[in-house]
């Protein structure tokens, strides 16, 4: 299985951790953190293998990296991946327009990597890191679902828009696990939403 590598280039707020930890799930003890602050080795070593260095400096061998960048000319296929295979994400949150913010920080600082992307929708973290997985697994770009944008409706008169895509397996959204009842407390709902209403409701057998 290759290596997942996530560029660390925000705060640890709540929201990107619930990420990260999304990532772990799926990567396991492939999961490699770069460009970590000392402050932060020991929480994130909780969760993955930490270099404080940037991954842009690291001597990594780097005919064996691929970057996944928004802008890239290629899209990533399984024949591209092998078992020493790294592949790396930035660590950013997304904007409503992407600004190429991987491009800045990653790819022009990485000569000699290849670059791919993951199709046209922007991701987020683990949206972009379990996309890779399931290549990493064998699937094609074009065999993996997803829905672009997706919206909540919590009550009558609340929903929330994610502003990236989200990807699907066999039918069902990828979300970030905690997602929904962040938003939730920070809407002030005081209510609890578990992971199965939400599956049932993006099946369209429920209303949040």
């Keep these: 299985m290759p290596y997942l590598v996530i560029e660390h280039l925000e705060e640890i707020s709540e929201w990107l951790w619930?990420?990260?930890?999304?990532?772990?799930?799926?990567?396991?003890?492939?999961l490699i953190f770069t460009n970590v602050r000392e402050d932060e080795r020991e929480k994130l070593a909780k969760l993955g293998s930490v270099i404080s260095e940037s991954v842009t400096k690291f001597p990594f061998d780097r005919s064996k990296i691929i970057v996944l960048d928004l802008q890239a000319?290629?899209?990533?296929?399984?024949?591209?991946?092998?078992?020493?295979?790294?592949?790396?994400?930035g660590g950013i949150l997304g904007d409503a327009i992407p600004?190429?913010?991987?491009?800045?920080?990653?790819?022009?600082?990485?000569e000699g990597v290849k670059v791919r992307h993951i199709g046209k929708p922007q991701y987020?973290?683990?949206?972009?890191?379990?996309?890779?997985?399931?290549?990493?697994d064998g699937k094609r770009l074009d065999e993996?679902?997803?829905?672009?944008?997706?919206t909540i409706k919590l009550d009558e008169f609340s929903e929330i828009t994610l502003h990236y895509a989200v990807p699907k397996l066999n039918g069902k959204?990828?979300?970030?696990p905690g997602l929904i009842e962040?938003?939730?407390?920070?809407?002030?709902f005081d209510?609890?939403?578990?992971?199965?209403?939400?599956?049932?409701?993006?099946?369209?057998?429920?209303?949040l």
């Design 73 to 89: 000319k290629e899209e990533l296929k399984p024949e591209d991946i092998s078992e020493d295979t790294i592949i790396v994400v």
């Design 124 to 136: 987020s973290i683990d949206g972009a890191s379990i996309v890779a997985k399931l290549i990493a």
């Design 191 to 207: 209510e609890d939403i578990d992971d199965e209403e939400i599956e049932e409701f993006f099946e369209g057998n429920r209303e």
């Design 144 to 150: 993996i679902g997803y829905e672009e944008n997706p």
């Design 18 to 30: 619930l990420e990260y930890s999304h990532v772990a799930k799926w990567w396991k003890d492939k």
């Design 182 to 188: 962040l938003q939730k407390r920070e809407l002030g």
């Design 173 to 176: 959204l990828l979300l970030t």
């Design 99 to 110: 600004k190429g913010r991987t491009k800045e920080f990653i790819t022009s600082k990485m």
